[in-house]
């Protein structure tokens, strides 16, 4: 199957078509780059339903989340500044907007510091390959697909692996160690062994996430069949 473009799978249904539409309207208005990313990509391409959205902008996204739930008719975005990410609750899916960036980490803390950054270097940082894919929603190029990692190919293969070198991405931010475990058991897929002989490897990082992340991602493991 060609997936060099997905649009007709993003235009399926009509709430996120207008959502991607008007946000793809608005980027090209302020002459931004604008793609709709991670899980939202994922689950499109696997025919799951979804209640996220996740938009990233080459640009401020926090901005432009304002902008957006004006355009949109929304009254209310939650930002962090902080991180370059706005949430906007629409009525009928949380919309996630994001800063294209790239992080830098302290050994003791998975609070990151950011940059604005390129869709190319986003997606380096992102957890797993499956995540790491990306769909173009500016009018002249809705639904053409970024996948700098194979992601897709890895969607198809049935397999958990990291877009940088698994040491780097689970010390970086080790719940997605966790993470791992709870895509593997969702979506009945395998890790790959390189990047299970990581988390063996750096399992003690888990000393500097918070018992609650953990005891989530424990939970939502345990809900699967």
Do not use: C
Request: hydrophobic share 40%; proline share 4%; net charge negative.
């Amino acid at each position: 199957m060609d997936m060099s473009s997905i649009s007709h799978l993003l235009t399926e249904n009509p709430v996120y078509k207008h959502i991607l539409s008007t946000a793809g309207s608005l980027a090209e208005e302020e002459a931004i780059a604008a793609f709709v990313v991670g899980g939202f990509v994922r689950d499109t391409l696997l025919g799951k339903s979804t209640n996220d959205i996740d938009i990233m902008v080459e640009g401020n996204g926090v901005a432009f989340a304002k902008k957006l739930a004006k355009a949109l008719k929304v009254t209310v975005t939650v930002d962090y500044d902080k991180f370059g990410t706005a949430l906007i609750p629409h009525d009928e899916v949380e919309i996630e907007v994001a800063t294209a960036r790239k992080e830098s980490y302290t050994q003791n803390s998975r609070k990151p510091d950011v940059e604005q950054s390129t869709v190319e270097e986003d997606m380096s940082r992102r957890d797993f390959t499956i995540n790491a894919i990306a769909a173009s929603i500016l009018p002249s190029s809705f639904g053409e697909v970024f996948d700098p990692f194979n992601g897709i190919r890895d969607l198809q293969k049935n397999l958990l692996i990291t877009p940088l070198d698994p040491d780097e991405t689970f010390s970086d931010d080790p719940l997605r160690m966790l993470r791992a475990v709870r895509f593997a058991a969702q979506l009945d897929y395998s890790i790959a062994p390189d990047t299970l002989e990581s988390i063996r490897r750096n399992i003690h990082r888990l000393e500097i996430v918070s018992w609650e992340r953990i005891r989530d991602e424990i939970l939502k493991s345990l809900k699967t069949d």
